[in-house]
């Protein structure tokens, strides 16, 4: 699916974080569409109740929940009672800073974690106050106050996520200093995939960026994911070309080129390996007229 916010933050004219309301209608008995995205998710449902799958688990949500989800896990409503409303807020790894420990939540998880996060929680009022000041930050009209109180809320309400999870199950994140140096290579590689999303490179010219081994980097990233930095990239090119295509502005071969595609068969070879469907096929499905 393509993203389109409320509200967004940039950094140096770049996309960093972005804010919505979304309303879900009904959704099918056969389920709705799988998607993915290249951004971290908190979402906060605010209304409905659902089964939702998440990678490989399905957690079921209701209103009041708050759900923490990376870029890795595809995920898909598989039942609704009712129509679903949500808070999303969307962002880059690189809105925490140096704070690379935020990170954990969303890729240092040991298996038995949960991305459903309730009022059971301690802090979880704490959390859910910062939440609801974010949309009013978000909303700020000079870019630069907008940015710091945006990446402030939003490293606050983790950091009490975490210190909660911490307090209450400790073996479900890790906390070893090889798992944060993991969080921070993964966010120096999302920052420099997206900044170089429209040009081609290979996994091993992207290692030397981050002065990697291609071996070493293929392995933390993986570990970290549960993805190759090959398939990551791929997923964030077809992300780009979809963006390009919501716009109205790009043909499919032009969405392609400047996603980094070298090729339009490889495009098309890529975009069904990734989507599960072909693109003109998936365009139709998500209300996008090509050009």
Known sequence: MHDQYDAVVTDNGSFLAGYKRLCLPQIPKSGAASFLYTTLRILRIRKGRA?????????????????AVNNVEV???????????????????????????????????????SPR???????????DTLFDMLPGAFSMKDADVRRTLVTSLMTAAVTVLLADIHEKS???????????????????AVHEINHCIGEEFSVGELAAK?????????????SCTGVTPGAFIARCRVQNAIRLLSSGR??????????????????????TAVCGMP?????????IAAI
């Open 51 to 67: 089964d939702w799958r998440i990678g490989s688990r399905t957690v079921a949500i209701e209103a009041g929940d708050i759900i």
């Open 75 to 113: 995920r898909q409503f598989l039942r609704a009672d009712g129509e679903i409303e949500m808070d999303i807020f969307a962002f880059l790894p690189m809105v925490f800073g140096r704070d690379t420990d935020c990170l954990r939540l969303f890729y240092s998880r040991a298996p038995e974690f």
């Open 117 to 127: 996060m309730d009022r059971t929680m301690p802090g979880f009022r704490q959390a």
């Open 170 to 188: 400790p073996a479900l994140l890790t906390a070893d200093s090889d798992s944060r140096t993991a969080a921070a290579v993964i966010a120096a």
């Open 210 to 222: 981050l002065n990697l081994s291609r071996g070493y980097f293929t392995r933390i990233f993986r």
């Open 250 to 271: 790009y043909t499919v071969l032009d969405a392609a080129m400047a996603s980094g595609f070298g090729s339009s068969s490889g495009f098309y070879k890529t975009f």
């Open 279 to 287: 693109p003109g096929e998936y365009l139709r499905n998500a209300g």
